[in-house]
């Protein structure tokens, strides 16, 4: 592990106080080593991976970690905090944080020297030896393993002992097969193994686990299998080639369970195989399980946890074309005037010296873009239901949904219905000779031709005539029911900042932009207007009070004021982390005034963001500034009334008395 951490990756005093700050400060670190090229770039790769499932384990670790193409060789930066970190833990916040950066394209190499870092985690004579450390050199070469290190015993990953073995030896010990994997293949994989397999030294019981990382995974032997008495699954991601697993009982859990009760899930393994109990795995479950998607959890869920992760799924896909298409176009009215958008193809008629053939080619480029937001939505969602072979029927159903003008509600319901479609057939036994061209062309095939017949002749018509009653319901709106939907998408757009309601409201806006009416390009005003004001309020309060902040809350505030100016709602996120109780209330008030006054003033906007930059293009301009920092100010306000309560409470200021730092108040709130 000589390569991938050294002393100036080491912070034994890290002051961060949320895992977002904590990430940053780690990150700086790996920039300042060369070892990334993008610190924001990597960030968001790093906030994508905790926003699947927190990274926070039993025993006060936290691992944030991801693969990302900024990352231009494997690292690991280790901090040590004192007042711990929140990372989404049952037992409490974290004080050793480990963020481990792999290449986009990561080997196979590498992937064991991390998964080796993983398994030694599980070892409290290791964790204990960080929290001693007081050398970042020499913690460095703890984590490198310098030190002798007990190799592994029989039964976990990787060392596969025969059954013959055993009895051989004796009387053989109850067995069981494990199958352990998350998302990036990198930490919770191998860490869950190791644990599952140290929980079976402990109980005398011989756990033998297979890891299925995203690099690959090494099959366990048939013969181990079959010899096996029970099978756990730890997992985040599909178990691949279920069926070798048939017919044996089964514990079926998310990975972090393989982590923090092991033992419990070998005595539940047990449990079921003296009842008898046989799990029912069919021949459909491999051809779901052999993707790269993300299934487990959603199968696991509530119906309505699922839907939403669906309908995120396509929505995250659709909004790179909304960015792109979008400001194109807005770029190209701006240039040219709104009457471009009936130029001549530019492909026939083009001068280089003229502004008019810019705006239009513009114009044109971002119209290609947009036609791509319904098919591309019902594509994804499909995927997200039942992966890449659903892709096909999901990208017909949102094209024809555009034939038979249903929109954006029919790209839905497209997306949906294909994802449906392809899991019934997936779950139809068919003959192993035909298993290989199942999800390249039978599913396809059959999925495209059901999904094509029910959009264009069942639903279709009905969505199309939903849709264009939504339509003629917006530009309808005026007086108290503008100001109540305005209300009611500010909330949404500053609940969450980022998350599941803010993107629900978004993906309302953007999809009306697809045909524009007056009453579409309202609802895009408003929901643009509010999601500024998270950030920019927060970047007013740490200006005007700056007490009542830390002084890395008072740094983020600084940032903040060009995240809030450009429509990232997300640059509020690390003060609602700290004190959400106080923030989020604060911002979502601000956030419906300003919906309500957006939509009051009938201030429009052809742009899916831009934030401040796109103001040429939007209609009443001075106005929706207006209503802008008429929530910001609501928003401020509160905030700092809600934050000097707390600071003047008699147990705050007995607290405050006894460290003298603003720090540690927000670290208590926390």
Same mark, same amino acid.
């Given at each position: 592990?000589?390569?991938?951490?050294?002393?100036?990756?080491?912070?034994?005093?890290?002051?961060?106080?949320?895992?977002?700050?904590?990430?940053?400060?780690?990150?700086?670190?790996?920039?300042?080593?060369?070892?990334?090229?993008?610190?924001?770039?990597?960030?968001?790769?790093?906030?994508?991976?905790? $926003?699947?499932?927190?990274?926070?384990?039993?025993?006060?670790?936290?691992?944030?970690?991801?693969?990302?193409?900024?990352?231009?060789?494997?690292?690991?930066?280790?901090?040590?905090?004192? $007042?711990?970190?929140?990372?989404?833990?049952?037992?409490?916040?974290?004080?050793?944080?480990?963020?481990?950066?792999?290449?986009?394209?990561?080997?196979?190499?590498?992937?064991?020297?991390?998964?080796?870092?993983?398994?030694?985690?599980?070892?409290?004579?290791?964790?204990?030896?960080?929290?001693?450390?007081?050398?970042?050199?020499?913690?460095?070469?703890?984590?490198?393993?310098?030190?002798?290190?007990?190799?592994?015993?029989?039964? %976990?990953?990787?060392?596969?002992?025969?059954?013959? !073995?055993?009895?051989?030896?004796?009387? %053989?010990?109850?067995?069981?097969?494990?199958?352990?994997?998350?998302?990036?293949?990198?930490?919770?994989?191998?860490?869950?193994?190791?644990?599952?397999?140290?929980?079976?030294?402990?109980?005398?019981?011989?756990?033998?686990?297979?890891?299925?990382?995203?690099?690959?995974?090494?099959?366990?032997?048939?013969?181990?299998?079959?010899?096996?008495?029970?099978?756990?699954?730890?997992?985040?991601?599909?178990?691949?080639?279920?069926?070798?697993?048939?017919?044996?009982?089964?514990?079926?859990?998310?990975?972090?369970?393989?982590?923090?009760?092991?033992?419990?899930?070998?005595?539940?393994?047990?449990?079921?195989?003296?009842?008898?109990?046989?799990?029912?795995?069919?021949?459909?479950?491999?051809?779901?399980?052999?993707?790269?998607?993300?299934?487990?959890?959603?199968?696991?869920?509530?119906?309505?946890?699922?839907?939403?992760?669906?309908?995120?799924?396509?929505?995250?896909?659709?909004?790179?074309?909304?960015?792109?298409?979008?400001?194109?176009?807005?770029?190209?009215?701006?240039?040219?005037?709104?009457?471009?958008?009936?130029?001549?193809?530019?492909?026939?008629?083009?001068?280089?010296?003229?502004?008019?053939?810019?705006?239009?080619?513009?114009?044109?480029?971002?119209?290609?873009?947009?036609?791509?937001?319904?098919?591309?939505?019902?594509?994804?969602?499909?995927?997200?239901?039942?992966?890449?072979?659903?892709?096909?029927?999901?990208?017909?159903?949102?094209?024809?949904?555009?034939?038979?003008?249903?929109?954006?509600?029919?790209?839905?319901? $497209?997306?949906?219905?294909?994802? !449906?479609?392809?899991?019934?057939?997936?779950?139809?036994?068919?003959?192993?000779?035909?298993?290989?061209?199942?999800?390249?062309?039978?599913?396809?095939?059959?999925?495209?031709?059901?999904?094509?017949?029910?959009?264009?002749?069942?639903?279709?018509?009905?969505?199309?005539?939903?849709?264009?009653?939504?339509?003629?319901?917006?530009?309808?709106?005026?007086?108290?029911?503008?100001?109540?939907?305005?209300?009611?998408?500010?909330?949404?757009?500053?609940?969450?900042?980022?998350?599941?309601?803010?993107?629900?409201?978004?993906?309302?806006?953007?999809?009306?932009?697809?045909?524009?009416?007056?009453?579409?390009?309202?609802?895009?005003?408003?929901?643009?207007?509010?999601?500024?004001?998270?950030?920019?309020?927060?970047?007013?309060?740490?200006?005007?009070?700056?007490?009542?902040?830390?002084?890395?809350?008072?740094?983020?505030?600084?940032?903040?004021?060009?995240?809030?100016?450009?429509?990232?709602?997300?640059?509020?996120?690390?003060?609602?982390?700290?004190?959400?109780?106080?923030?989020?209330?604060?911002?979502?008030?601000?956030?419906?005034?300003?919906?309500?006054?957006?939509?009051?003033?009938?201030?429009?906007?052809?742009?899916?963001?831009?934030?401040?930059?796109?103001?040429?293009?939007?209609?009443?301009?001075?106005?929706?500034?207006?209503?802008? $920092?008429?929530?910001?100010?609501?928003?401020?306000?509160?905030?700092?009334?809600?934050?000097?309560?707390?600071?003047?409470?008699?147990? %705050?200021?007995?607290?405050?008395?006894?460290?003298?730092?603003?720090?540690?108040?927000?670290?208590?709130?926390?």
């Amino acid at each position: 592990m000589s390569e991938l951490i050294t002393a100036e990756l080491v912070d034994l005093d890290l002051s961060a106080p949320t895992k977002d700050a904590a990430a940053r400060s780690l990150a700086e670190r790996m920039v300042a080593a060369h070892r990334v090229t993008d610190l924001d770039g990597f960030l968001a790769d790093v906030a994508a991976r905790e $926003a699947q499932m927190p990274t926070g384990l039993d025993g006060g670790i936290g691992i944030p970690h991801c693969r990302s193409e900024h990352v231009n060789a494997p690292t690991l930066a280790f901090g040590r905090s004192a $007042a711990g970190i929140d990372f989404g833990a049952a037992d409490g916040p974290a004080d050793l944080i480990f963020l481990i950066a792999a290449p986009a394209g990561a080997d196979d190499d590498h992937l064991t020297i991390l998964s080796g870092l993983a398994r030694r985690l599980m070892d409290p004579e290791f964790t204990a030896a960080l929290r001693a450390g007081t050398d970042p050199a020499a913690v460095a070469a703890l984590i490198r393993g310098e030190e002798p290190v007990e190799e592994p015993a029989p039964g %976990a990953e990787g060392t596969e002992p025969e059954p013959e !073995a055993a009895e051989a030896a004796g009387s %053989a010990p109850f067995r069981i097969v494990a199958v352990t994997s998350c998302p990036t293949g990198i930490a919770h994989t191998y860490m869950a193994a190791e644990s599952l397999a140290a929980a079976g030294r402990a109980e005398g019981v011989e756990v033998t686990v297979e890891t299925q990382g995203s690099g690959g995974f090494k099959k366990l032997n048939p013969a181990v299998i079959a010899a096996a008495d029970a099978v756990i699954w730890a997992h985040d991601v599909e178990v691949r080639e279920k069926t070798r697993f048939r017919g044996k009982p089964l514990v079926d859990v998310g990975v972090k369970a393989g982590i923090n009760r092991p033992a419990e899930l070998i005595a539940e393994a047990r449990r079921k195989t003296e009842r008898g109990e046989i799990a029912a795995v069919s021949e459909a479950d491999d051809d779901k399980g052999s993707g790269d998607g993300d299934g487990s959890g959603a199968d696991h869920a509530h119906f309505g946890v699922r839907l939403r992760t669906y309908l995120m799924s396509g929505v995250s896909y659709m909004v790179p074309f909304v960015a792109a298409g979008g400001l194109l176009i807005a770029l190209s009215f701006a240039i040219g005037g709104y009457e471009i958008a009936s130029a001549k193809s530019v492909a026939d008629h083009f001068v280089w010296g003229e502004a008019d053939s810019w705006a239009a080619l513009l114009n044109q480029i971002g119209s290609a873009a947009f036609a791509f937001l319904v098919p591309v939505l019902a594509g994804y969602i499909a995927y997200g239901m039942a992966d890449r072979p659903a892709l096909v029927p999901g990208f017909v159903g949102g094209s024809i949904a555009l034939t038979v003008n249903a929109g954006f509600l029919g790209g839905l319901v $497209a997306g949906l219905l294909a994802g !449906a479609v392809v899991m019934a057939i997936q779950r139809v036994p068919v003959h192993a000779t035909l298993r290989g061209i199942m999800p390249v062309l039978v599913i396809p095939l059959i999925a495209s031709a059901v999904v094509g017949f029910l959009m264009f002749i069942v639903v279709g018509k009905p969505i199309a005539s939903l849709q264009n009653a939504l339509t003629d319901w917006l530009n309808g709106l005026s007086g108290s029911n503008a100001v109540i939907l305005g209300v009611v998408l500010g909330l949404m757009m500053c609940f969450d900042m980022g998350g599941p309601l803010n993107k629900v409201a978004y993906a309302f806006a953007v999809g009306g932009l697809a045909d524009p009416t007056d009453g579409s390009l309202k609802v895009m005003a408003a929901v643009m207007a509010a999601g500024m004001v998270p950030p920019l309020a927060m970047a007013l309060a740490t200006t005007v009070r700056k007490k009542l902040f830390t002084k890395t809350e008072r740094e983020n505030g600084r940032a903040a004021w060009v995240l809030g100016a450009s429509f990232i709602t997300e640059g509020a996120i690390p003060f609602a982390a700290a004190d959400p109780l106080r923030v989020i209330p604060s911002v979502m008030a601000g956030g419906a005034v300003t919906g309500a006054l957006s939509m009051a003033f009938g201030a429009t906007l052809r742009a899916p963001h831009g934030g401040v930059f796109v103001v040429p293009l939007i209609g009443e301009p001075f106005l929706y500034l207006l209503a802008i $920092a008429a929530g910001t100010l609501v928003a401020t306000a509160l905030v700092v009334l809600l934050k000097g309560a707390r600071r003047a409470a008699p147990d %705050a200021a007995a607290e405050a008395g006894a460290t003298g730092s603003d720090d540690s108040r927000v670290t208590v709130a926390a």
